[in-house]
Every structure is written in C-alpha cells, then in structure tokens.
C-alpha cells in the first residue's frame, strides 16, 4: 500500500491535479475573502447614509404582527403644513400668534393658569372617538407636549365619531391621524406618537419622561385613559395608581345618547355602567378601590335604545369566540355608537385635565347626575326624620298625612348646588341624608298656618337643612336635635365655617331662581 502511494505521489499528473486543486482553493478564498470586503463595505455605506432619528426622520416600532403600519402618504398642503410645524417646534414661530391663538384661554385660565398648561407633558392611550377629541381640545387649548399611544388604524366606520379623521386618512395609523390635522391648527404643539398596543410589559417605556430637547427628562402632568380594551385598561389603570400617576379614565359611550347624564366621579360611585362595573371590579382585586377619577354615563338602558347585539350563530361556528377577534379579549360584536356621545366624553375629560394642570377650581357633584334619583330617596328620609322629631314633641297620635314643605327637585338642588353632593362633616359622598342643622327654638311643630287649612305640613326652611352621611346624622339627631348639645360642642370651627360659607353663597344664588 505504503509503495503505491508512493508512485503515485511521484506521478506527473498527480502532482499537476494537486497543484490545480491548490490554485483553485486560492482563487476561490480570493473570491470569497474579496466578495466579504464588498459586502462590508456596502453594510457600512448603508449605514453611514441612514440618518439620525429626528422630527424630519421618523421610525415605527414594530408591533406584535411584525408590522409599523402604514404612514401616511402626505398631500402638498400636507406636506407645506408639516414643514411649517417643523419649525414652529425648533422656535421658529413668533410668540405673540400663538397668545392670540390662545386669547380666549389665556383669559379664562390667567396668565399663569396659560403657563402652566403650555408647559405641561400629556399622554392619551387610544386615540379613537373619545381620544381623538380630547386631543384636540387640549392641543387648541395650549399643551405643547402631547404623546398619543394607539396600535389602531383607522377605519370606515371611525369616521361617524372621529374627531380629525377624513377618507384619505383611512387605513393610516390614528396617531399620525391626529398628527398631521394638529400640526395644521397648532404647529407649535410637539407630538410624540406611538403606533402601539399598550400593556403591561411595555408600560415603563410607554408612559416614560418626555425625552424631547425642549424638556428632556418631564414626567407626564396628566395621563388620559380612553382605551376600550378592559385588560389594557385596567393595566394602565393600576400602573398610574401604582407609579402616582395622575390619570383620568373614560368609561363606556357606547349605547348612550343622554348627554346630560354624563359627568365626572370617582370611580369609586360611578354606576349605571357595565364597562365601569367590570373595571371597579378588577382594580379592587389589585387593591385599588378610590382614587382614579372616571367620566361615566349614568343614563339607564331600557326598551327601544341601542344595545349589545348577542353574536350570532354561524360566527360561533367559527370557533371560540375568544379566537375570533384580531387581539386576545377585544370585542368581536360591533358596539352600537352614536358619534356625539364620545366627543362629548373626550371634551369633558380634555376639560377636566385643563382645569386640574392650570389650577383651576373644580367642584364636581355626583348628585347633578342622579339628581331624580337621589332627589326621591332623601325626600323620604327627610321625610321620616321630621315626622319623628315632629312626634316626639307634639305627641299627637293624629299626625297622619305630616309632610315636608319642599319638593324633591329642591331636594336635589339642596345636595347638589349647596352642599356640592358630600358630607359637611366628612366628606364623603355616599350614604347622604338632608337633616336639620340647628334644633328649632321654638321646637319642631306643625306649621300652624297650614294646619288650619287642614294640611299637615312642618315648620321647614332650605336654609335649616345640612348634608351628612346616615352614620353622621344618627348621631348629630340624637345629641343636638333630640339632646342638649349645640353644634358649636359638636363639631370644629372648619365644620362650622364651611356651612357659613355655603350658607351665605346660597343666599347670593337663591335671588337668580
């Protein structure tokens, strides 16, 4: 073997293909080695030609279909208005248009109110029909920082509540949506989008400081909760709670179209509201009970209003109807919208956060939105609580038929205008009952001017009248309407100033009924 081998090495033709295979494996690692140079070279030209992240030079973020989504295709005026807002954000825009744009607002909220909304740092999570109102409210009304979380697109159907939505929009993202048609009213405002799904595990990044030059490092003054998804919802919710965020969340506008039941409570008291029911409910397993303030509707479903269509049967042939939809629990079934009801949510929550960051006085009342309600109830404990101190005195067996000379509308108004729907000693808000402030000198009785006309009707004036929890009126009857004590033994001078204050802005209001 060792001798063939031999031969065969020392032959002619072996040695010439040895060499060949040599000079070929040369060639190729040339080849290959040159090949690898080139591609280098043309990564790193590639490179050095995309330019820096900036306003002029913008980049989407993937979201979890592997996709940025379309971006807008600008028109000319598009394109003119965007070039414009370019600079008015670098400063290059004089500052006496934008204080006459903003005149009207700049009065009502002062100077200083104004400053503190232009500088301010605002976040509004989904950017849909209560969204995209409450942006443009707060971008006309002067906040210079606002960044829009939206993984959605928009659609046909956005257009009958969209508040800046045209058919040329549809198909675009919602953030760059709202974008584009700001930068034509406000070109001033600085706009942060991000065309994603907020969550959980992405909330650190989403509701991040503002990291733009003009105030690096902000923390966000206000974040606006108008996502319809309950999971994000409550997330985002527990985040803001959780990070001592301020956030104001938009309950459900769906199948409403009172626009005078809708209003602004913790979303503690807030009824009537199957989507605020749901999210109370979630927050509390995670220990947060009070503390978020809510715009909900407390207008009551009932025969001939719009509802929630039950699904039908050959879409649960489909599979399961969790599998259905595009995203893990977003509704498969189309909820029934009448386009005012979510602008009227997102102005009333732009307004509420305009209010709160400028400092001025807000003083919601949850009894203006369950006024009937609220009006039938105390009636009938006010009711009972006269009879029985009227009873105690008179010890008439013949007090059939006593009655309150005040009506339940008054009822209403009392809770609502004077005592602002809470507690003068707490307060608080639930449980509320009307009871006398002060015992009568001359006792309670019947009025004797009626009684002779043969109606039974107390000795009663609005002003005798103060707001308490029923636990508080329980012991304010038995100490100072049934007992010896005064209410200057009873409670402080804070409880007793607030009740002379309220009192005396009664009296300037009543002349006005």
């Avoid at 029909?129 to 159907?157: C, E, M, N, P, Y």
């Amino acid at each position: 073997m060792s001798s063939w081998l031999q031969r065969q090495a020392g032959s002619h033709n072996v040695q010439l293909a040895a060499a060949a295979v040599v000079s070929g494996a040369a060639v190729a690692a040339g080849i290959f080695g040159y090949q690898a140079l080139r591609r280098h070279e043309a990564v790193e030209t590639l490179k050095a030609s995309i330019p820096q992240l900036d306003e002029q030079h913008h980049a989407e973020t993937l979201n979890e279909f592997g996709t940025a989504g379309p971006l807008p295709t600008l028109s000319k005026e598009d394109e003119r208005s965007a070039a414009l807002a370019r600079r008015a954000q670098q400063g290059d825009y004089d500052e006496d248009l934008i204080l006459e744009q903003l005149a009207r607002n700049r009065v009502f909220l002062t100077d200083e109110g104004l400053k503190k909304l232009r500088s301010s740092f605002i976040i509004v999570v989904g950017c849909g029909g209560v969204g995209s109102h409450a942006t443009a409210a707060l971008a006309r009304s002067g906040v210079a920082k606002i960044r829009l979380i939206d993984f959605d697109q928009v659609t046909l159907s956005s257009l009958n509540r969209h508040a800046l939505a045209t058919l040329a929009d549809v198909g675009t993202p919602k953030v760059h949506c709202i974008r584009r048609r700001m930068e034509q009213i406000v070109p001033w405002v600085h706009f942060d989008c991000r065309n994603e799904l907020f969550g959980a595990s992405v909330a650190d990044t989403l509701l991040a400081p503002w990291t733009g030059k003009e105030s690096n490092g902000q923390k966000p003054d206000y974040v606006i909760d108008c996502i319809d998804n309950i999971e994000s919802k409550v997330e985002l919710l527990h985040y803001c709670h959780k990070n001592s965020i301020k956030v104001i969340s938009s309950m459900g506008a769906g199948c409403k179209s009172d626009p005078t039941r809708i209003g602004v409570a913790d979303i503690s008291v807030s009824t009537e509201d199957p989507l605020s029911k749901s999210t109370r409910r979630r927050l509390r397993v995670l220990g947060v009970h009070s503390g978020i303030p809510v715009v909900f509707s407390v207008e009551k479903s009932g025969p001939g209003k719009a509802s929630l269509l039950p699904l039908a049967a050959e879409e649960f042939a489909k599979g399961k109807v969790g599998e259905l939809g595009v995203l893990p629990d977003f509704r498969v079934r189309i909820l029934p919208v009448l386009g005012t009801i979510p602008a009227v949510f997102g102005y009333t929550i732009a307004n509420h956060v305009i209010c709160a960051v400028s400092g001025y006085p807000i003083d919601y009342s949850l009894a203006a939105k369950k006024r009937e309600k609220l009006g039938e109830t105390m009636y009938t404990s006010l009711q009972g609580t006269m009879e029985r101190l009227v009873r105690a005195e008179v010890k008439d067996n013949e007090l059939v038929g006593l009655r309150i000379p005040l009506g339940k509308e008054e009822i209403g108004y009392i809770v609502d205008e004077i005592w602002r729907g809470k507690s003068v000693i707490s307060g608080l808000s639930n449980r509320l009952v009307l009871v006398p402030w002060k015992r009568p000198a001359e006792g309670f009785r019947v009025n004797p001017q009626w009684e002779k006309d043969g109606q039974k009707l107390v000795v009663m004036d609005w002003r005798d009248l103060v707001c308490m929890t029923k636990e508080e009126a329980v012991q304010h009857e038995r100490e100072i309407l049934s007992g010896s004590k005064t209410v200057e033994e009873l409670y402080d001078d804070k409880v007793l100033q607030l009740i002379d204050a309220r009192l005396k802005e009664a009296e300037i209001y009543e002349q006005y009924r």
